[in-house]
């Protein structure tokens, strides 16, 4: 493993290249599956010795899985809450990543597409993370994975039930899919929350920027499946895809909605976000979010001049606090941050 975090806090995410389909509102896709050691208790339940025995064991496995040669690992006792943050920011873990009471660690490979976060709520999670709407090369990426550990370590399963798991709404496959999608002109138009209600209906939900448990920042919604159950991994992948479209075809209806009734009011938020992104000397994490994503929705409805969209996406990570943190090369205060944060945006935008 030779992936450093201070390296990690300053290179691009491929996940956010806007290589995949639907890259104009679609950030990434994500696939995560969980799995736990047979007759091995599982985190909630288990004392520190179980837990440094089962980290133990999948480091040993790990090692022998060519997707991590060169990758990274990291100990989140061993991290400060500003490491544990970076991970946390660059979608590579969950946020429960930063509990201190548990032996939890994170194997990363060299170019962020695939992690494991081991003693989380199961004893796995293995993720895979892709650019724009790709959930079934990720569902592959992940599976892959789960093929060369499954080698080498033996999973909780039931014949009847499937993979078994620490919450009752993952077994089964295992399998959440995710997909994180820029939805500003249904939130405009106050339609937003018509669609997350029907999504509901259907066995989706649309959680926050992290995912669950987090709020939405910057019109930034994961849009994930809540069965596992009863139904096989790309049959779940396929279903969550087929709503992403749809969302995104009425994020474009909406798009029209608004140029077409309050053009003069939405050309005004579009520049005025420009204006004050590209000019100013501080800015809060908060308010850049939702800066960014007036800025996006004015690129993709052609107000403003076509900027790289793998820039904006970028920007969403790099200056996120601890990213700054860790660039800045030791505490900041956040008035610091704030004027590192309006420097990027200078620098990136103004180019």
């Not at 990426?141 to 093929?147: G, N």
């Not at 809540?226 to 994020?251: C, F, P, Y």
Request: charged fraction near 25%.
């Amino acid at each position: 493993m030779s992936l450093e975090l201070n390296s990690l806090a300053r290179k691009k995410a491929p996940w956010l290249s806007a290589d995949g389909e639907y890259s104009h509102a679609v950030i990434s896709s994500r696939v995560r599956l969980a799995r736990n050691l047979a007759r091995v208790p599982y985190p909630s339940i288990s004392n520190a010795k179980q837990q440094a025995e089962v980290l133990d064991l999948v480091t040993q496995t790990i090692a022998s899985v060519k997707s991590f040669d060169n990758g990274g690992f990291w100990r989140a006792r061993e991290l400060d809450s500003t490491d544990r943050q970076i991970l946390v920011e660059r979608h590579l873990t969950s946020p429960e990543f930063m509990r201190d009471s548990a032996d939890l660690g994170l194997f990363v490979s060299a170019e962020e597409k695939v992690s494991v976060t081991v003693n989380e709520e199961d004893h796995l999670r293995i993720q895979a993370l892709t650019a724009g709407l790709s959930l079934q090369a990720a569902c592959e990426r992940a599976q892959e994975v789960d093929s060369s550990l499954d080698s080498g370590l033996t999973f909780d399963f039931d014949r009847e039930f499937g993979y078994l798991t620490a919450c009752p709404t993952n077994v089964g496959t295992g399998l959440r899919a995710s997909v994180l999608v820029h939805l500003p002109a249904l939130v405009l138009t106050r339609e937003i929350e018509s669609y997350l209600n029907r999504l509901n209906k259907l066995g989706f939900v649309a959680r926050g920027f992290y995912g669950e448990g987090t709020d939405v920042q910057g019109n930034l919604f994961q849009v994930s499946n809540q069965t596992t159950l009863g139904q096989t991994e790309m049959e779940i992948v396929r279903g969550l895809e087929n709503i992403v479209k749809q969302l995104v075809d009425q994020e474009g209806e909406a798009e029209k909605t608004l140029a077409k009734n309050a053009r003069i009011e939405l050309e005004d938020r579009v520049w005025r976000a420009y204006a004050i992104i590209t000019h100013a000397r501080m800015l809060n994490s908060g308010e850049m979010m939702n800066l960014l994503s007036a800025v996006r929705l004015g690129v993709g409805l052609k107000i403003l001049s076509p900027m790289p969209l793998p820039t904006l996406n970028e920007l969403l990570i790099l200056t996120q606090p601890a990213h700054l943190q860790k660039a800045g090369g030791g505490k900041q205060s956040g008035e610091e941050r704030d004027v590192r944060r309006a420097e990027l945006f200078r620098e990136s935008l103004n180019a």
